[in-house]
Nanobody, 116 residues
């Protein structure tokens, strides 16, 4: 019954910034991590950033230093601030919430396009 509602994707020029948001439609109990994944055409889906309930973060090497993940646990919301965007960041970005029981909720995906 839980759905993840994403917003903030779109078209941006190289070097620009976007802020992605993802909010759960229902209260999710027993959250282990919240995170963002992305998939470019012809490529495997990859982890971009995750954050645990305790606030520990993990980033893909390709985005480290440019992206920042944060969350508001009370609102079941996760954010991804993306700065210094590059064309290779172009992909469909998927919001993810993983529960302690190892079940996952996924967003529908939001397109991020970095192009001149």
């Amino acid at each position: 019954q839980v759905q993840l509602v994403e917003s903030g994707g779109g078209l941006v020029q190289p070097g620009g910034s976007l802020r992605l948001s993802c909010a759960a439609s229902e209260t999710v109990v027993g959250i282990y991590t919240m995170g963002w994944y992305r998939q470019a055409p012809g490529k495997q889906r990859e982890m971009v950033a995750t954050i645990t309930n305790g606030g520990s973060t993990n980033y893909a090497d390709s985005v480290k230093g440019r992206f920042t993940i944060s969350r508001d646990s009370a609102k079941n919301t996760v954010y991804l601030q993306m700065n210094s965007l590059k064309p290779e960041d172009t992909a469909v970005y998927y919001c993810n919430i993983r529960r302690i029981v190892r079940s996952d909720y996924w967003g529908q995906g939001t397109q991020v396009t970095v192009s001149s």
